[in-house]
T-cell receptor, first 114, second 116 residues
Framework: NAGVMQNPRHLVRRRGQEARLRCSPMKGHSHVYWYRQLPEEGLKFMVYLQKENIIDESGMPKERFSAEFPKEGPSILRIQQVVRGDSAAYFC????????????FGPGTRLTVL | AQKVTQAQTEISVVEKEDVTLDCVYETRDTTYYLFWYKQPPSGELVFLIRRNSFDEQNEISGRYSWNFQKSTSSFNFTITASQVVDSAVYFCALRGIIQGAQKLVFGQGTRLTINP
C-alpha cells in the first residue's frame, strides 16, 4: 500500500520560471492538503482540496500560486514566476475523508530558486 | 485564532538522558485534536501520535510518553533514555473542529540533538 507520493523530490528553478509540484494521495484518499515549510520554520497550511474542488485556500499567496486536484491524476501545486522567497519544502498530505483526523504526509518537494 | 507554541527552539542532551519537549496551544474550539510529528534529517514527516481533546489520559509507547493537560493547554512529549536516532526536529500540531477544521496548525518545532 503505497504512501503519499510527491515528485519531483528536488526542483531547481531560476527566477521567473514556473514550478509544478505533483502529489499522488494514498489509495482511497480523496482529500489533499498542501503545506509549505520555509527554512528553519514550521509547516504552514496552504490549501485543502477534494476531487475537482478547492475547499480552503486561506493559506495560499494571492498571486502566482494555484492548486488543482483533477478527477483523474495527481494534485498539482503550481507556482508561476518563481522568486527566491519561494524556496522551501512543499509537503502534500492526504486523508480518506473528513471523519478521519490523521493526515498522511508525503516526503516533500524541495524547491530551490536560483 | 489557533496557535501552537513550542518555546524550546533547540535542545541538546547526552544519550540516555530523559528529555521533555514542551507544547502549548490556543484554540476556541471545545473539541480539537493534537498531534506530534518527527522530522528526521532526511526531511520526511513521521506521525507519532494523535490525542483527542476529550481524552486526557496520558499515553506511553515504548520510550515515548505524552502528557496532555487541558487545564494548562499543554501537550508535552517525553523521550526516556534518549538515543542518537531520536535526533530530529519535532513538531506539535493542532487541528480544530470548527475553526479551519481541515488544516493542521504547527508549532515552530524543536530541534533535538542527542549526543553520544
Amino acid at each position: 500500500n503505497a504512501g503519499v507520493m510527491q515528485n519531483p523530490r528536488h526542483l531547481v528553478r531560476r527566477r521567473g520560471q514556473e514550478a509544478r509540484l505533483r502529489c499522488s494521495p494514498m489509495k482511497g484518499h480523496s482529500h489533499v492538503y498542501w503545506y509549505r515549510q520555509l527554512p528553519e520554520e514550521g509547516l504552514k497550511f496552504m490549501v485543502y482540496l477534494q476531487k475537482e474542488n478547492i475547499i480552503d485556500e486561506s493559506g495560499m499567496p494571492k498571486e502566482r500560486f494555484s492548486a488543482e486536484f483533477p478527477k483523474e491524476g495527481p494534485s498539482i501545486l503550481r507556482i508561476q514566476q518563481v522568486v527566491r522567497g519561494d524556496s522551501a519544502a512543499y509537503f502534500c498530505a492526504s486523508s480518506p475523508g473528513t471523519q478521519y483526523n490523521e493526515q498522511f504526509f508525503g516526503p516533500g518537494t524541495r524547491l530551490t530558486v536560483l | 485564532a489557533q496557535k501552537v507554541t513550542q518555546a524550546q527552539t533547540e535542545i541538546s542532551v547526552v544519550e540516555k538522558e530523559d528529555v521533555t519537549l514542551d507544547c502549548v496551544y490556543e484554540t476556541r474550539d471545545t473539541t480539537y485534536y493534537l498531534f506530534w510529528y518527527k522530522q528526521p534529517p532526511s526531511g520526511e514527516l513521521v506521525f507519532l501520535i494523535r490525542r483527542n481533546s476529550f481524552d486526557e489520559q496520558n499515553e506511553i509507547s515504548g520510550r515515548y510518553s505524552w502528557n496532555f493537560q487541558k487545564s494548562t493547554s499543554s501537550f508535552n512529549f517525553t523521550i526516556t533514555a534518549s538515543q542518537v536516532v531520536d535526533s530530529a526536529v519535532y513538531f506539535c500540531a493542532l487541528r480544530g473542529i470548527i475553526q479551519g477544521a481541515q488544516k493542521l496548525v504547527f508549532g515552530q518545532g524543536t530541534r533535538l540533538t542527542i549526543n553520544p
